[in-house]
């Protein structure tokens, strides 16, 4: 783990593609509550705007600046060797932070913790929902529009994702995703690896935590501790990048399931 003093945290206040009301005050409050619990000031980036519901075409283009943003802030962290914690609203962070990550660790492992794939291409995607894509954006199996490194998609690990669309299915058994059914396996399997951990919160059972999207049989928050802990202790943490908290109130009950990602 990367030293307390080299801690960046950053909250993503602009909006990318979120589709709730407390999107931008839910993630400042979870900034707030890791980066106070590490005695460290976190970054705020950018303005809310309301919320709204559109096809990924607009969502990509109102929303380029922030997400060039937010890799940036990854990027910048990186080279100045710190440890990002990066938290947003939405995972279409995710299309321009894990480039940034394998930019500076070519053979980091991305771990997924998300209820979703988020593996839909333009061609598959039944919503047209730029949330449910970023992560076939960040490997390259559809432009963006951002000409930046691609993630080779047998470099993630997924665990906790349970909501697939079929044509989403068959992009990730062919692109040689790995997918882990039983998360006591995850930290045998990531050990000694340097790994970038993407972090949505909707795979904590929606019973647990309100979801945009939600999955039923998540995880605890008990249980998602113990596996951050676990991952925590085998392998080499380099970053994480947080996103789906709706519910601001819910900040310190999340920021403490998440705790073994904030070194």
């Known amino acids: 783990m990367t030293l307390t003093a080299r801690l960046q945290v950053v909250a993503m206040l602009c909006r990318t593609g979120e589709r709730h009301p407390d999107a931008a005050r839910s993630t400042e409050a979870l900034a707030r509550e890791l980066a106070g619990r590490r005695a460290v000031e976190p970054r705020l980036i950018g303005s809310p705007s309301p919320m709204r519901e559109q096809a990924f075409q607009d969502d990509l283009r109102q929303s380029r600046g922030c997400l060039l943003e937010a890799g940036g802030q990854v ?9 990002p914690v990066l938290v947003a609203a939405d995972c279409c962070v995710s299309l321009t932070t894990l480039p940034a990550v ?16 988020d593996f839909n291409t333009p061609d598959t995607t039944l919503s047209r929902y730029l949330g449910g894509m970023c992560l076939a954006g960040a490997c390259g199996l559809w432009d963006a529009g951002f000409d930046l490194p691609t993630v080779e998609p047998s470099a993630v690990v997924m665990c906790g994702v349970r909501d697939f669309d079929g044509g989403e299915l068959v992009l990730l058994e062919t692109h040689g995703v790995m997918r882990m059914t039983r998360p006591g396996l995850l930290a045998d399997a990531l050990a000694g690896r340097d790994v970038f951990v993407h972090l949505d919160l909707d795979v904590l059972d929606p019973s647990v935590l309100p979801a945009a999207f939600p999955a039923s049989g998540g995880l605890s928050d008990a249980g ?16 994480c990048e947080i996103t789906g908290l709706g519910a601001p109130e819910l900040a310190e009950l999340v920021a403490s399931a998440v705790d073994p990602l904030i070194p």
């Open 224 to 239: 998602m501790r113990t596996l951050l802990a676990e991952v925590a202790e085998t392998c080499d943490l380099i970053g």
């Open 102 to 117: 394998v930019r500076h660790r070519p053979q980091a492992t991305i771990l997924w913790l998300d209820a979703h794939a």
């Open 75 to 83: 990027d910048d962290a990186l080279a100045a060797g710190a440890y």
